[in-house]
């Protein structure tokens, strides 16, 4: 048994050496094969197929001349490609070109063709060669060209998302230039593409693809028909739509609230179109801004809906009537010759020249009722006057024990102000001498439920 183990030991000892012989052996290998790949260069063979040649000028040059290749555009070249395997490695065969210059060409009928290998630009072309190719010139046939014009119908299939519209589509080119032979030409009438926008939630993009017809609606397929491009661009705009109530700012004022107005719009709101990004931003759109002092009892208001930037209106209306009505309020002139002054300059005394005003009340019916001239207080506002004259300036009303009257307007009064008689000694001056005899305005203080409203002339 123990004989056995000694055995089956010894085999895996020599299995195990076997197995790091055999990856020495590999990565040697290996090493001198890139040693040898890099030192020595040595060249190896890529084929390439089916590289398709390209005709610069015919679209310009050629079709200048008034010719067209008729036959052999579709010719396509295998290569067999020599060089160095690193350089052939990073070869992309996608990015070989085999270009064949139209310049030459002269006049109708057969014609050969040379044409270059056009490498892409990180690979240098001497380092490359091509040791073989299928054919070495290009055949083509070239005939008189003629062109002609046909629209292009699309057809439209699916419906875009729910909450989505699609608008107008768009073709780029929104005609088909073809050319060819004259009698290819006569029977082409119009080109049509189709294009899906099933469940589409953003504007649709798609190149798609052409079919020819007849006039009498029969497909067309005639490889001597060529057009100017190969795919059509579609473009039609997909937005969403949202709805945004529509509203009004109402601005208070003292015997002004919304307690006594009442008002209806014969829309509250209105769908807009637009990108998902700029209706996101939109959470309604103000009509306009109302001062409610400034309301009569009943008034109809017409407003042009203004939407925002990059938006449409889906909706078909683009204007909203709005119906105020305005109850329990009422207006009315009172007189007052209750006059104080504020910020009279220091060493000067001020006394109010206006004998009264007349002031415009609006609020509550009742309590305007009920409101006389003493309820008021006017007070002069001398900020800005710093020597004795006469003046005009600007006044704060306030009315006292009243909360729901405002005053409406703005008013001014004019005040004599002198400078203040003090003898040297700081003995007053007595009465009858001097400017003393003018008395100033007296400083009224008013309640806390008063109301005070600052006015300026209008």
Known sequence: MEKNKREERTIDTVKGRKIIQIICSILVAVAFWIYVDEEKTINVNMHVN???????????VLADKGLMLLSGFDTTVDLTLKGPRKVLWKLNKSEIRIVADTASVQ????????????????????????AKASIYSVTVTVGELFTKKVPIQCEVTGQVAGGFVAEEM????????????????????????????AGARETVLQAVEYQLYDDNNIPITNSNVRASTKLVQVTMPVKTVKEVPLRLNFVEAPGSTMAQVTYSLDYDSVRLKGDAAVLDDIDSIVLDTIYLQDLKEYQTLN??????????????????TVTITVSGVSERRVTTSAFACANVPEGHEAVVVTESLSVLLRGL???????????????ADLSGITGPGSFTVPVSVRINGYSNVGVKGSYQVIVNVTQSQVAPEGRTVPEGTGDAAVQPASVIDVPDNSTDTQAHNA
Do not use: C, W
Not at 365 to 379: R, V
């Open 50 to 60: 089916d590289l398709p040649v390209e005709f610069s000028g015919e679209d310009t």
């Open 107 to 130: 006049d109708i009928g057969t014609q050969t063709l040379e044409y270059a290998v056009v490498f892409p630009d990180n690979v240098q072309r001497s380092q490359i060669e091509v």
């Open 170 to 197: 768009q073709l780029d080119p929104v005609e088909l230039e073809l050319r060819g032979q004259r009698d290819d030409l006569l029977n082409v009438s119009y080109a049509k593409i189709h294009v899906s926008i």
């Open 303 to 320: 407003y042009t809906i203004s939407v925002p930037a990059d938006t449409q209106i889906v909706d078909d209306f683009a204007a909203v």
């Open 365 to 379: 019916t009742e309590e305007l009722d009920a409101l006389t001239g003493e309820h008021l207080q006017i007070t």
